[in-house]
């Protein structure tokens, strides 16, 4: 048994970005710097990628700047925006990627900036009080906050966010890597000034994303040499990765609707079925419990902790994928756990869905969790098991 629950890490590719990119790897696979024909047919696959990917965010294609991914467009962000404007005080939250926390962080002890953070409530969610009131006490700063969290699925209004940035003439970057392709952006409306994607996030290839960079704003490059998108990242294209972006992305939006509607009844399921399960101490981090304020396809767990190791590693030995940040076993939750109001002595994991998973590999997961808990003697002795029929 195989059963994929990881696909906040990464995700198949799907079969149309496969026959998309085969051409790319046996027949176009030119250099598109090249001023030959078939130098010309790769540049051509590359900027109607651009204008493809620019037009379902409602972008201009020039505003689009493909990367490795969306670690690297964060760099690019983060680093250029605060070199280009020399910005000294940036607003994040304390449950940001690491590639935003680190780079800040990097930044602050070089003596570049001074990171303020927003206050969050018991879940997660950002305190827009507390956003608004640092802004007005700093204004012309770099605000950095996620649309959706990696590890609890947490939604941020970002409406609210942008509106708040224009008010206060700061500059607006979110982390889109766990929305893109599962929420309709129009950036011709909105106010955000920079965003980033990751191909593989949704469905697409690996090693290959894209930034979004507002028309008014210019960026100093990370990466010299070539002239390469622009100037904005020297640099042979991966063309490959590129026509692939676009083709997941197109996939993506032309069933986005049937697809989140999928994932979320997954997340229902999942925890309508962990509720019968018989296991008591079951709680849900963030908001990632809710189909409101979440991504749909994001639900964190808590369950208590085993005696035997750890519940993700007992899950992979039976062939269940999933993740998570364990407390249990002296390792410590990870930093947006601990940044939560959450029990301490409990094992947190993230399962994580796409619209590949079917209700019957979940019937299958929770009966494995059961079992391995019913045969925890630590557990089954002080929760007094009893094994619920419907799943014996």
């Not at 009131?133 to 996620?146: E, G």
């Not at 994303?209 to 100037?231: A, D, M, N, S, T």
């Not at 947006?336 to 399962?351: G, H, P």
């Not at 929770?366 to 002080?382: H, L, N």
Request: some cysteine; aromatic content about 6%; overall charge neutral.
């Amino acid at each position: 048994m195989e059963i994929y629950l990881d696909n906040a890490a990464t995700t198949a590719l799907d079969p149309e970005v496969i026959e998309a990119i085969l051409p790319f790897l046996t027949t176009h696979y030119a250099n598109p710097s090249s001023a030959h024909g078939a130098g010309r047919r790769a540049k051509e696959a590359i900027d109607q990628a651009r204008r493809t990917v620019a037009h379902l965010l409602g972008a201009l294609p020039e505003e689009i700047y493909f990367t490795a991914g969306a670690t690297e467009g964060i760099n690019l962000v983060l680093s250029g925006a605060i070199r280009a404007y020399d910005l000294s005080h940036v607003i994040t939250s304390r449950i940001e990627h690491k590639a935003v926390l680190q780079t800040l962080k990097r930044h602050e002890k070089e003596g570049d900036i001074e990171i303020s953070f927003v206050k969050l409530d018991e879940r997660g969610n950002v305190d827009l009080y507390h956003l608004e009131n640092l802004l007005r006490a700093n204004p012309r700063t770099l605000i950095a906050l996620m649309h959706g969290n990696n590890e609890i699925g947490n939604l941020t209004d970002i409406h609210a966010i942008g509106v708040l940035a224009r008010r206060y003439n700061a500059v607006f970057f979110t982390d889109t890597t766990q929305t893109m392709g599962k929420a309709h952006f129009d950036l011709q409306e909105a106010e955000i000034d920079f965003l980033v994607g990751s191909a593989h996030k949704f469905h697409g290839p690996k090693g290959v994303g894209f930034v979004y960079i507002r028309q008014k704003h210019q960026l100093k490059p990370l990466i010299y040499g070539g002239g390469q998108e622009r100037g904005q990242r020297g640099g042979t294209e991966n063309v490959v990765g590129i026509v692939g972006l676009a083709k997941a992305l197109e996939v993506a939006y032309r069933n986005l609707e049937a697809s989140r509607s999928k994932v979320a009844r997954l997340k229902q399921y999942l925890v309508s079925k962990l509720a019968i399960s018989g296991i008591e101490g079951i709680c849900y981090n963030g908001e990632s419990k809710s189909i409101e304020n979440s991504v749909a396809n994001v639900l964190s767990v808590s369950f208590p902790c085993l005696s035997s190791g750890s519940l993700v590693t007992k899950l992979d030995q039976v062939g269940i994928q999933v993740s998570g940040g364990s407390a249990c076993q002296g390792g410590g939750a990870s930093h947006v756990i601990q940044a939560l109001a959450c029990e301490a002595d409990k094992e947190n994991v993230r399962f994580s869905f796409s619209k590949f998973n079917t209700f019957e590999e979940l019937d299958l997961v929770v009966d494995a969790i059961t079992r391995i808990y019913e045969s925890d003697p630590v557990v089954a002795t002080r929760t007094g098991w009893k094994r619920i029929a419907s799943l014996a």
